[in-house]
């Protein structure tokens, strides 16, 4: 059980409406029902009570009680949303319905078959199976770019806050620090996708050069 106070439980001793006017005044309730007249904790909370749950509710708990969800980045970045001074891009395969499965497949064994329980990985292949060979080696491209491009992003991003951790004092470090983090804020969201690019070049490439022009805007306001 949770220990919850049902109102219908007032009733039981309660038939003067205005006496349940207060019902959401915790600290008074305790007060005048504990620590005045002694009443039992279960008069008014439903009891809790030790022991196994069903075992059709044990198996059937979700996934977020032990496993942070890990899928919000990759969503924002596929949807193109979710970026700080950056408008939103849809990827075309977003607008045109492609569902995650489409390029992300069962994975068991080394084999691509729908297996119980095997984990859904990307496959570039997937691009070739619907595009033609034409495609071959255009993902792998696209993550040779943003490997370069995040890289030097990083290296700004990351000498604005070694030059603000140094406790700057010319310019105006209260400006660089608001660029510091909507710097930090794009190029989080970009490496927390972690598809390096594929699920929509064009919005990680806006996402990039806003962080990087954010940073560069922080080191004019130290001077």
Excluded at 34 to 48: K, L, P, Q
Excluded at 120 to 145: K, R
Excluded at 183 to 201: P, T
């Amino acid at each position: 059980g949770s220990g919850e106070v049902l109102r219908v439980r007032c009733r039981s001793c309660h038939n003067v409406v205005e006496h349940l006017e207060r019902f959401d005044e915790t600290g008074f309730i305790h007060r005048h029902h504990v620590t005045d007249h002694a009443v039992s904790c279960t008069e008014c909370h439903t009891e809790i009570e030790h022991g196994l749950p069903p075992r059709e509710e044990h198996y059937q708990r979700d996934c977020s009680d032990c496993h942070q969800g890990t899928h919000g980045a990759p969503s924002q970045v596929y949807r193109g949303i979710g970026g700080t001074g950056v408008e939103d891009d849809p990827s075309v395969m977003y607008s045109a319905r492609v569902t995650c499965t489409g390029c992300h497949r069962p994975l068991f064994a080394g084999a691509r078959v729908p297996v119980a329980g095997a984990t859904y990985e990307a496959d570039l292949l997937a691009c070739i199976d619907c595009h033609g060979v034409g495609f071959e080696g255009m993902a792998e491209a696209w993550q040779a770019e943003y490997r370069q491009s995040f890289a030097g992003v990083s290296e700004a991003v990351g000498e604005l806050q070694e030059m603000l951790g140094e406790e700057w004092e010319e310019g105006d470090p209260a400006t660089a620090r608001r660029h510091l983090t909507d710097a930090s804020s794009n190029l989080s969201l970009v490496a927390l996708d972690k598809s390096k690019g594929v699920h929509n070049l064009p919005y990680v490439r806006s996402l990039l050069r806003r962080a990087y022009d954010d940073a560069a805007q922080g080191m004019l306001a130290l001077d």
